[in-house]
């Protein structure tokens, strides 16, 4: 089972990246995965998530109307839109796939799989 996380990269204030994140496993495409975010010196934190039907998706405050979360369940790969990226955006970003339901969807600890992450960078 592995998360290829990529498209990190140096953005200005302004700007945009799209990161994804290629799963290994078709069942993959029923479980609802996430992507967080750890800045240097900061505790992991949740970004967006989104379920198996694709409709369904939730998102932290600081990026809501920003970022927008989409999968592709042929593809067995989950995206992140950034739009009008911060400074306060940096950090390194990884996806997971939601396993335990006893955990919010907002939780590390509610993800059993993660990617390796990848960096992103905004300048001021």
């Known amino acids: 089972v592995q998360l290829q996380a990529s498209g990190g990269g140096l953005v200005q204030a302004g700007g945009s990246l799209r990161l994804s994140c290629a799963a290994s496993r078709r069942t993959f495409s029923t479980d609802p995965m996430g992507w967080f975010r750890q800045a240097p010196g900061k505790e992991r934190e949740f970004v967006a998530s989104?379920?198996?039907?694709?409709?369904?998706?939730y998102y932290a405050d600081s990026v809501k109307g920003r970022f927008t979360i989409s999968r592709d369940n042929v593809k067995n790969t989950m995206y992140l839109q950034m739009n009008s990226l911060k400074p306060e955006d940096t950090a390194v970003y990884y996806c997971?796939?939601?396993?335990?339901?006893?955990?919010?969807?907002?939780?590390?600890?509610?993800?059993?799989?993660w990617g390796q992450g990848t960096q992103v960078t905004v300048s001021s």
């Open positions: 989104i379920r198996g039907d694709l409709v369904t998706t």
């Open positions: 997971a796939v939601r396993t335990n339901n006893m955990y919010p969807v907002t939780t590390p600890g509610a993800y059993g799989y």
